[in-house]
């Protein structure tokens, strides 16, 4: 049972890694535009670091399951 709990949170850890990246990108093409939008830009960096922050809460219930 704990093994099927690790696994399942870490397929949505690695679902949250993938928007992550995907965030990252759009900041960068926002970034090379001739004239950024630096309030899109903002609002992807602030979306960026609540799927971070998920992201560590999650990693941490693994730990604390595999190590229980």
Same mark, same amino acid.
């Given at each position: 049972?704990?093994?099927?709990? !690790?696994?399942?949170?870490?397929? *949505?850890?690695?679902?949250?890694? $993938?928007?992550?990246?995907?965030? @990252?990108? =759009? !900041?960068?093409?926002?970034?090379? *535009?001739?004239?950024?939008?630096? $309030?899109?830009?903002?609002?992807? @960096?602030? =979306?960026?670091?609540?799927?971070?922050?998920?992201?560590?809460?999650?990693?941490?219930?693994?730990?604390?399951?595999?190590?229980?």
């Amino acid at each position: 049972e704990r093994v099927d709990t !690790i696994m399942s949170i870490q397929a *949505h850890v690695d679902s949250l890694s $993938e928007k992550r990246s995907q965030i @990252k990108e =759009q !900041i960068t093409a926002e970034m090379n *535009h001739p004239s950024p939008n630096f $309030e899109t830009i903002t609002k992807l @960096k602030k =979306q960026n670091l609540v799927l971070k922050e998920e992201m560590q809460r999650y990693l941490t219930t693994i730990n604390k399951t595999a190590s229980a």
